[in-house]
């Protein structure tokens, strides 16, 4: 049987491009490398402080940022400073003490071997944040609020789980 001009060519069209498909990979990095600056510019602006799954934040409107330092962490167990367990909250609650001694010494321990760079850090006194459940008692925190205090940690920061304020929801809807 006589093949047609046009059958002829699509024959040896067919035949020419038989072998493997090749794969375009220039689009494929064009797209990874958007996606990469995407998440780089984007993840900069979130700060997590470390997680326990038995501490439950309280929640608030803050507005600011936390600050990168020491981190006094209450659970119903224990009190722990920079993931270090200096006492527990038993002990601590039993006691008629206004402070926590072990945790008063943690604190200093902390404080010699960073010392201060110039006076007005010096007048400012060190920066902590007290991450508590929002269960733990006021006298609790008063206690570790006052030995943070004594052990010259006076810039004292709460953490809280920040909830959208109602601007910022309508914002995110309108």
């Known amino acids: 049987m006589k093949q047609s001009r046009h059958a ?16 375009n990979l220039v689009s494929l990095m ?8 995407f ?4 993840s900069s602006d979130v700060q997590v402080l470390q997680s326990n799954k038995d501490i ?9 940022p936390p600050e990168e330092n020491l981190i006094v962490t209450v659970s119903d167990e224990a009190i722990l400073v920079g993931g270090r367990m200096v006492a527990e909250t038993a002990l601590v609650k039993l006691s ?22 110039n006076e007005e850090e010096e007048k400012a006194g ?5 991450m508590g459940d929002k269960e733990i008692p006021y006298a609790l925190l008063k206690k570790i609020m006052t030995t943070c205090a004594e052990a010259d940690y006076r810039n004292i920061s709460l953490a809280v789980s920040k909830i959208a304020s109602d601007e910022t929801a309508a914002a995110k809807e309108g």
């Open 39 to 42: 998440l780089l510019v984007n």
């Open 56 to 64: 439950k934040l309280p929640e608030s409107h803050a507005e600011t």
């Open 8 to 23: 002829k060519r699509m024959a040896r069209t067919q035949r020419r491009h038989k072998g493997q498909g090749k794969l």
């Open 96 to 117: 008629k003490r206004s402070d926590i001694v072990a945790l008063k010494e943690e604190l200093e321990f902390l404080a010699k071997r960073k010392p201060y760079r």
């Open 126 to 130: 060190r920066d902590v944040t007290i």
């Open 30 to 37: 064009d797209i990874f490398t958007i996606l990469v600056f």
